[in-house]
C-alpha cells in the first residue's frame, strides 16, 4: 500500500490541468520504490511536488501510476475521525492498470490508471539546480505577496494581467506595473530555501541479485 496524506495530495493536485488537451495532466502522479514515494501534479504552467521517505520501508522496483481527476477528488471529499490523520492508501496492479484507494473514510474506490506518458518533470526541477547563481533566491512573506497582488488587482478595477516579481539575487522584491508600485522586503534568517537535489533524481531501484561462481 502507498499511503498518501490527504492534505498532500489537495496540495498537490491544485496543480492538475483542469481543461487540456493532453489528458495525462488532468490527474496527479505517485511513484512508489518502497522507500520513497513522490506525488506530482502539473498544467504545464506550474509544477506541484511533495517527496515522503519511508524510513521503515524495504526498498522495491519502482512504480509509478496517474490518477485520475474524479478518483483524485473523491480521495479529498472523504473525512477522516476526528483527531485522526486523514490517509489516502493506493495499490497498484500493473497488469490490469487499475488503481484501488484506500480513504479515510474506510471505504474504497477502484479506478483505472490514466494510461499515457507523465512528463519528465525531473527535468524541470534539474534546471532550478544547475546554475548555482541562479538558486540564490530571495524568500518573501506570501501574505505580503498576495497582498501586493490585491492592490494591483483593486488598482486596475479587476483587469488583472500577468504579473512578474522582480528581484536582485536576495534582494528586494518589486512589483510594479503602470503607475502602481509594490515593494516586498526579503525575509531574514537561516532559511533552507530549496530542497535537496533528490527531486531532480530517479527513484532508486534496488540492485540485481549478484551471481557469484
Do not use: W
Not at 495532466?25 to 513522490?38: A, I, Q, S
Amino acid at each position: 500500500m502507498i499511503q498518501v496524506k490527504q492534505k498532500d495530495l489537495k496540495a498537490v493536485s491544485l496543480a492538475m490541468a483542469k481543461h487540456d488537451t493532453r489528458y495525462y495532466l488532468k490527474g496527479v502522479f505517485v511513484e512508489f520504490n518502497g522507500v520513497e514515494t513522490r506525488v506530482v501534479a502539473t498544467d504545464g504552467h506550474r509544477l506541484h511536488i511533495i517527496r515522503v521517505l519511508n524510513e521503515n520501508g524495504t526498498m522495491q522496483a519502482p512504480v509509478s501510476f496517474i490518477v485520475p481527476t474524479d478518483m483524485v477528488k473523491h480521495c479529498l471529499k472523504a473525512k477522516a475521525p476526528r483527531k485522526v490523520e486523514a490517509l489516502v492508501s493506493f495499490s497498484f496492479s500493473p497488469d490490469s492498470q487499475e488503481i484501488e484507494a484506500l480513504l479515510p473514510d474506510d471505504t474504497t474506490l477502484k479506478a483505472k490508471a490514466i494510461d499515457g506518458q507523465y512528463p519528465d518533470y525531473r527535468r524541470i526541477v534539474k534546471m532550478v539546480y544547475d546554475n548555482p547563481e541562479e538558486t540564490k533566491l530571495a524568500v518573501y512573506n506570501h501574505n505580503y505577496l498576495y497582498e501586493a497582488s490585491e492592490a494591483l488587482s483593486i488598482y486596475l478595477r479587476g483587469n488583472m494581467p500577468m504579473i512578474g516579481l522582480k528581484h536582485r539575487g536576495d534582494g528586494v522584491g518589486v512589483l510594479a506595473y503602470e503607475e502602481f508600485l509594490a515593494l516586498v522586503m526579503p525575509l531574514r534568517g537561516d532559511i533552507s530555501l530549496l530542497p535537496e537535489r533528490a527531486f531532480a533524481e530517479p527513484l532508486q531501484a534496488p540492485e540485481p541479485l549478484r551471481i557469484v561462481a
